[in-house]
T-cell receptor, first 114, second 114 residues
Framework: DTEVTQTPKHLVMGMTNKKSLKCEQHMGHRAMYWYKQKAKKPPELMFV???????INESVPSRFSPECPNSSLLNLHLHALQPEDSALYLC?????????????FGPGTRLLVL | AQSVTQPDIHITVSEGASLELRCNYSYGATPYLFWYVQSPGQGLQLLLK??????LVQGIKGFEAEFKRSQSSFNLRKPSVHWSDAAEYFCAVGLETGRRALTFGSGTRLQVQP
């Protein structure tokens, strides 16, 4: 099974709201990722967790706060977002030696910030 | 720095016709290469990958790709396209050292005419 699940599928929030995106995988993968994807663009890396520790933060604004409570779960906490943060947020996981690992993506959460 | 180029932003083919999507990479060593497909509003699905060995790799849904070191290319092919193949296709590169993240090409949108 190569499934990564994400909830919710869709989210609408105001600029003063606090919300969270959730990602889950049960493949035993030890690396997990958050990507942001705008329409007609490739995914942009936001964060990488390796063995539950944050290993890459691509200079993401602090209004996005990642969390990895355990090896199967990855959250993205959202606070005081801007309309330009509206996008598809993708989670992925992988296992294996760097470079040779295959990233498996979830279906994404479509976020609209009003 | 490594880069991935997909020269064709948009391709239209007739159903039943053959397809070739181009991907060129720039990287000093042998990269690890991937093709992903994304249907509208969905996550990315892995079509195939190349790590080493046989330079012609087979993937899901009848797709194949050929790694050509001399041309720094990893083109995706399908002998007969189906209407359900209409989607966005991304080529990506993984690296053995440095940043643990995929570098994506800008994508090619495939439209299939009946």
């Amino acid at each position: 099974d190569t499934e990564v699940t994400q909830t919710p599928k869709h989210l609408v929030m105001g600029m003063t709201n606090k919300k969270s995106l959730k990602c889950e995988q049960h493949m035993g993968h030890r690396a997990m990722y958050w990507y942001k994807q705008k329409a007609k663009k490739p995914p942009e890396l936001m964060f990488v967790y390796s063995y539950e520790k944050l290993s890459i933060n691509e200079s993401v604004p602090s209004r996005f706060s990642p969390e990895c409570p355990n090896s199967s779960l990855l959250n993205l906490h959202l606070h005081a977002l801007q309309p330009e943060d509206s996008a598809l947020y993708l989670c992925a996981s992988s296992q294996g030696r760097q470079g040779r690992e295959t990233q498996y993506f979830g279906p994404g959460t479509r976020l609209l910030v009003l | 720095a490594q880069s991935v180029t997909q020269p064709d932003i948009h391709i239209t083919v007739s159903e039943g016709a053959s397809l070739e999507l181009r991907c060129n990479y720039s990287y000093g060593a042998t990269p690890y290469l991937f093709w992903y497909v994304q249907s509208p509003g969905q996550g990315l699905q892995l079509l195939l990958k190349y790590f080493s060995g046989d330079t012609l790799v087979q993937g899901i849904k009848g797709f194949e790709a050929e790694f050509k070191r001399s041309q720094s290319s990893f083109n995706l092919r399908k002998p007969s396209v189906h209407w359900s193949d209409a989607a966005e296709y991304f080529c990506a590169v993984g690296l053995e050292t440095g940043r643990r993240a995929l570098t994506f090409g800008s994508g090619t949108r495939l439209q299939v005419q009946p």
